[in-house]
């Protein structure tokens, strides 16, 4: 069974709508799939009808902050019409608008020309983010291609490297825990941290009412998700497999490319014969008021 818990569409910075990433994850022989979009959730009210060829799990991956670190927490299986969600991610979307104006300033003093309204363009009605400017600075001729503008205006300690007041880990868990979802730590190796912040970090997440972490993330070296289903399986946290495809522009992420977990490692759900579901843990779940 083919499983891509975290990816991206036009909702957010990824290159396909909803519609066509479910072809393309059904194409690319994909049997259960999350679209994960960057604090929203809605390509879950643009899905259309291929939606019924594959297991849809609901969710999101919502920017987050731990010990003023960025972090990404994806959430899944949880109810994308939430109320409370929905004031949740009003919320995320207030900050990405007002860091948008700020990473656009911040790009001007480095040189650049006003990019906001560019940006916003290629964001439509999708929630703005650095790869937006990406796009823009591409388009201006400033970098040849998005690794470029990153590498040079966008990454990390950059010019448009602008932190945002996200929520912390522990109320972006509780946003995802009250919509029904289950909480799982995203690409725990992009973050730069150190081993021992790493294992801070997890255990933090697990007090939280975290439930897993992406043990594979992309197309990430076996070895590193070796270690990191032994981090999970420390941290008590159960492991999510995702590609965190955001366009057929990138073939290290491909839909369908991501490995299977490694032995041993202990998934965030259970398998049945028509597809997944996802288990709460026992503990976990008699803490929940
Ligand atoms: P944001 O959510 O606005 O902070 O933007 C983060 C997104 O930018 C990530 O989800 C990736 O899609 C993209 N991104 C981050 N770093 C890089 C990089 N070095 N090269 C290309 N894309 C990147
Ligand atoms: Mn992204
Ligand atoms: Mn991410
Ligand atoms: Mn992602």
């Known amino acids: 069974m083919r499983i891509d818990l975290h990816t991206h569409t036009t909702c957010s910075d990824g290159a396909l709508t909803p519609a066509e990433l479910i072809d393309a994850a059904t194409g690319a022989g994909i049997d259960v799939l999350a679209i994960t979009d960057h604090d929203s959730v809605a390509a879950y009210t643009q899905l259309g009808p291929s939606a019924a060829k594959l297991q849809l799990v609901p969710g999101v991956e919502l920017s987050a ?63 703005i983010g650095r790869m937006h400017f990406a796009g823009a600075i591409v388009a201006t001729g400033f970098s040849r291609n998005h690794r470029g503008a990153f590498r040079r205006y966008l990454g990390r300690n950059k010019a448009g490297d602008v932190r945002a007041a996200w929520p912390g880990v ?74 965190d495809f955001h366009g057929p522009g990138q073939p290290w992420r491909a839909l369908g490319s991501t490995p299977a977990l490694p032995a041993g490692a202990r998934p965030a759900w259970e398998r049945r014969d028509d597809g997944i579901v996802f288990t709460a843990d026992a503990a976990q779940e008699s803490t929940t008021a």
């Open 65 to 127: 902050t731990w010990r003023r670190q960025p972090v990404h927490i994806v959430g899944l299986d949880l109810d994308p019409a939430d109320a409370a969600l929905g004031r949740f991610l009003a919320g995320q979307t207030a900050l990405r608008e007002r860091r948008a104006e700020r990473i656009a300033a911040n790009l001007e003093r480095a040189g650049l020309p006003p990019l906001l309204s560019a940006a916003r363009d290629l964001a439509g009605t999708g929630q």
């Open 170 to 243: 522990v109320a972006t868990v509780a946003a995802i825990r009250q919509a029904g979802g289950i909480a799982v730590l995203a690409h725990p190796l992009a973050y730069g941290l150190t081993r021992s912040k790493l294992r801070e970090l997890c255990s933090d997440f697990t007090a939280a009412g975290g439930r897993a972490m992406e043990v594979v993330s992309g197309a990430q070296a076996a070895a590193e998700s070796a270690e990191l289903a032994r981090f999970a399986e420390r941290a008590g946290l159960r492991a999510s497999i995702g590609s």
